[in-house]
């Protein structure tokens, strides 16, 4: 092999070394901007904010499903806590 191929082939293997250094050394392209940045308060009129409607939104087509709801364990577990709902003893109880 002669000195110049041998020295066109180096050349070659450090161009290719460097091309393939910059995927890993240089600095990563700036993601795109988003033309409209999501905020709550610029929402668009178009869509409308998300609110709890509440089961009577439903009971008018699901009454079925409205009446067998009412009085299930599912039910009565988001009761507000008070002495009536809360059933358990827990006056005294240490969590160890
Ligand atoms: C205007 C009438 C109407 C209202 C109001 C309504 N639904 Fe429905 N809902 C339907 C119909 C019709 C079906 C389809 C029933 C079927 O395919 O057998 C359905 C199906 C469903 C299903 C799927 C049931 C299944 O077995 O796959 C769920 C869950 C459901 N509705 C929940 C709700 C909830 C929660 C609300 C209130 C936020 C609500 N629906 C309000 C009419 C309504």
């Keep these: 092999m ?3 191929l041998r020295l066109g082939l180096a050349g070659l293997i450090l161009l290719a070394a460097g091309l393939l250094g910059t995927r890993y050394f240089l600095p990563e392209p700036e993601p795109p901007v988003p033309a409209k940045t999501a905020s709550p308060a610029a ?3 178009a869509t409308p904010e998300a609110t709890v409607v509440g089961r009577v939104a439903c009971a008018s087509c ?12 599912h039910d009565l577990a988001m009761q507000e806590v008070t002495p009536e709902t809360v059933l358990g003893d827990f006056n005294g109880t240490e969590f160890k």
Excluded at 62 to 73: P, V, Y
Aim: aromatic content about 6%.
């Design 2 to 4: 002669g000195v110049a």
């Design 43 to 45: 929402s668009d009129s």
């Design 62 to 73: 699901h009454a079925e499903q409205d009446r067998l709801w009412q009085g299930s364990h």
